[in-house]
């Protein structure tokens, strides 16, 4: 899964360069949102989730729900019943909207 490619995001501070690979999910925070990365580490970006899905459209990212875009390689359970999924090294569940549920399912099976 892309393993050597990049993006680029702002902090606000200074452009961070991310392997895509690195990257579990972004989660929108009003106008900004922030990274969630498989080290454990997070951090808030000066982007919004619209432009960033924008940047990662050729990955294996999917908007799940208005707050939230995951990287599918990373997904370790689904619960279509109760709208919920777990990402892996994350123990966090992530809503999946019910109007994204269907196109999940199809990604994913």
Known sequence: MNNG?????????EIIMLLISDVLFFKADNIYAHVFLKD?????ITESLV??????????FFR?????L????EI???WLHENK??????GQQI?????????????IL
Not at 40 to 44: A, E, G, V
């Open 40 to 44: 454990q580490k997070s951090f808030l």
């Open 85 to 90: 999924l777990l990402l892996k090294n994350h």
């Open 5 to 13: 490619v990049k993006i680029a995001v702002n902090n606000g501070k």
């Open 95 to 107: 809503p999946i909207s019910r109007y994204r549920k269907q196109d999940l399912k199809k990604l």
């Open 76 to 78: 370790d359970k689904v």
């Open 51 to 60: 432009n960033i899905e924008t940047k990662v459209s050729d990955a294996a």
């Open 70 to 73: 995951i990287n599918t390689q």
């Open 64 to 68: 799940v729900h208005r707050s939230y």
